[in-house]
């Protein structure tokens, strides 16, 4: 920063240069809590940064490999498209723990859930970084930078995939399309919980429930859905029921996963079992219906039964995709998300190599 912005002997201007720098690391070193001080720092980072260029392989991409990694896009120059960064985000698989030379002169190695690291790293900067969107516990001792669904980790993230202001132009379902017995709430799940296993014959025994996956199949997967990977298949047929059973693998803080958030863009209304502080970050507090806000479950089947009979009481669920502005918790979840984070986490190793620089300069 001095070498680039000062030549001066004057001992009152590098007094000021110094307290500027102090202020900056200060700044940087304190995790934002707001969505404006998220946009602040990654203001600062991409200012400071200077265009210099962030290396991050990916050494362990699990599912993330053959889902989100396909759909980003790239600029000529093999940096990532939409990132205000100049960031380098690419696959190469370690080993047998050797890295190649390009491993060791990357900034970062990245791993998805399980770790796949080198013995020792590349050079002294060098950051390992783990990416885990689920509730479980791992051993993060080799980790300099966790990227999770919780707010205290160092680049929370939520599962919102896309855009989340296309939102606003989804139509919400047409209930008066629906014939008198037909079937108005979906569920669709992989694993058997405590929760889910004792709840739904209960919400069963009152209403019926179009269940597809391995949790109570009862339901046949429809033909014009079958053929789409596995995320499009799911929403394909949450799109066809008015309500979608978003029954979370645990009621963990800040955990809400697709099950929340895809419902949203195919205009639906969920049904939350799942994070105790769901509603902080909703985009509307009558955007979601919330099974715990029931003494039982015969009277949620007949709020159900009330809003598919009344169109005008159902669309009061949709009415927030109008707002002209969302609550800031929420905007800060669609803007730390899965749609943002690769550039999230290139930003992020560029601000602890900034902290680096000016700390050293001081």
Same mark, same amino acid.
Not at 223 to 236: G, H, Q, V
Not at 283 to 310: Q, W
Not at 357 to 362: A, N
């Given at each position: 920063?001095?070498?680039?912005?000062?030549?001066?002997?004057?001992?009152?201007? $590098?007094?000021?240069?110094?307290?500027?720098?102090?202020?900056?690391?200060?700044?940087?070193?304190?995790?934002?809590?707001?969505?404006?001080?998220?946009?602040?720092?990654?203001?600062?980072?991409?200012?400071?940064?200077?265009?210099?260029?962030?290396?991050?392989?990916?050494?362990?991409?699990?599912?993330?490999?053959?889902?989100?990694?396909?759909?980003?896009?790239?600029?000529?120059?093999?940096?990532?498209?939409?990132?205000?960064?100049?960031?380098?985000?690419?696959?190469?698989?370690?080993?047998?723990?050797?890295?190649?030379?390009?491993?060791?002169?990357?900034?970062?190695?990245?791993?998805?859930?399980?770790?796949?690291?080198?013995?020792?790293?590349?050079?002294? +900067?060098?950051?390992?970084?783990?990416?885990?969107?689920?509730?479980?516990?791992?051993?993060? +001792?080799?980790?300099?930078?966790?990227?999770?669904?919780?707010?205290?980790?160092? =680049?929370?993230?939520?599962?919102?995939?896309?855009?989340?202001?296309?939102?606003?132009?989804?139509?919400?379902?047409?209930?008066?399309? $629906?014939?008198?017995?037909?079937?108005?709430?979906?569920?669709?799940?992989?694993?058997?919980?405590?929760?889910?296993?004792?709840?739904?014959?209960?919400?069963?025994?009152?209403?019926?429930?179009?269940?597809? &996956?391995?949790? /109570?199949?009862?339901?046949?997967?429809?033909?014009?859905?079958?053929?789409?990977?596995?995320?499009?298949?799911?929403?394909?047929?949450?799109?066809?029921?008015?309500?979608?059973?978003?029954?979370?693998?645990?009621?963990?803080?800040?955990?809400?996963?697709?099950?929340?958030?895809?419902?949203?863009?195919? +205009?639906? =209304?969920?049904?939350?079992? &799942?994070?105790?502080?769901?509603?902080? /970050?909703?985009?509307?507090?009558?955007?979601?219906?919330?099974?715990?806000?029931?003494?039982?479950?015969?009277?949620?089947?007949?709020?159900?039964?009330?809003?598919?009979?009344?169109?005008?009481? /159902?669309?009061?669920?949709?009415?927030?995709?109008?707002?002209?502005?969302?609550?800031?918790?929420?905007?800060?979840?669609?803007?730390?998300?899965?749609?943002?984070?690769?550039?999230?986490?290139?930003?992020?190793?560029?601000?602890?190599?900034?902290?680096? &620089? $000016?700390?050293?300069?001081?």
């Amino acid at each position: 920063i001095k070498k680039n912005f000062v030549v001066t002997n004057d001992t009152a201007l $590098l007094k000021e240069l110094n307290t500027t720098i102090k202020s900056l690391v200060n700044e940087l070193s304190t995790k934002p809590t707001s969505l404006t001080r998220w946009k602040r720092w990654h203001y600062l980072i991409n200012y400071l940064n200077q265009n210099w260029e962030v290396k991050i392989y990916i050494t362990e991409g699990d599912w993330y490999a053959s889902q989100d990694l396909q759909r980003l896009k790239y600029n000529n120059d093999g940096t990532l498209a939409n990132c205000d960064i100049p960031c380098v985000w690419k696959e190469k698989r370690l080993r047998y723990w050797v890295p190649s030379e390009e491993l060791k002169t990357a900034d970062a190695l990245f791993c998805v859930n399980r770790p796949n690291l080198p013995i020792r790293k590349g050079w002294e +900067g060098q950051k390992f970084i783990n990416y885990n969107l689920e509730p479980v516990q791992h051993d993060f +001792g080799r980790f300099d930078i966790l990227v999770t669904f919780e707010e205290f980790s160092d =680049v929370p993230t939520s599962y919102i995939r896309m855009d989340h202001n296309e939102w606003r132009r989804k139509k919400p379902f047409n209930v008066t399309s $629906l014939s008198p017995n037909s079937t108005f709430i979906s569920f669709i799940a992989s694993h058997w919980t405590e929760f889910r296993e004792t709840w739904i014959p209960t919400l069963q025994a009152h209403v019926p429930v179009a269940s597809f &996956g391995k949790v /109570y199949p009862n339901t046949p997967w429809d033909s014009e859905c079958i053929n789409f990977e596995w995320f499009e298949m799911k929403n394909c047929i949450i799109s066809k029921y008015p309500f979608y059973l978003a029954i979370e693998n645990s009621q963990v803080q800040d955990y809400s996963t697709e099950k929340l958030w895809d419902t949203f863009k195919l +205009g639906v =209304v969920p049904v939350i079992w &799942g994070a105790p502080n769901t509603r902080s /970050y909703l985009p509307h507090p009558k955007s979601a219906i919330f099974i715990d806000d029931f003494p039982n479950v015969e009277e949620l089947a007949n709020y159900l039964k009330y809003l598919v009979g009344n169109e005008t009481a /159902y669309l009061e669920y949709h009415q927030w995709r109008t707002m002209k502005t969302w609550p800031e918790e929420f905007e800060k979840k669609a803007y730390m998300s899965m749609w943002n984070m690769e550039c999230n986490v290139c930003k992020e190793v560029a601000r602890l190599r900034i902290v680096k &620089g $000016l700390t050293d300069e001081m």
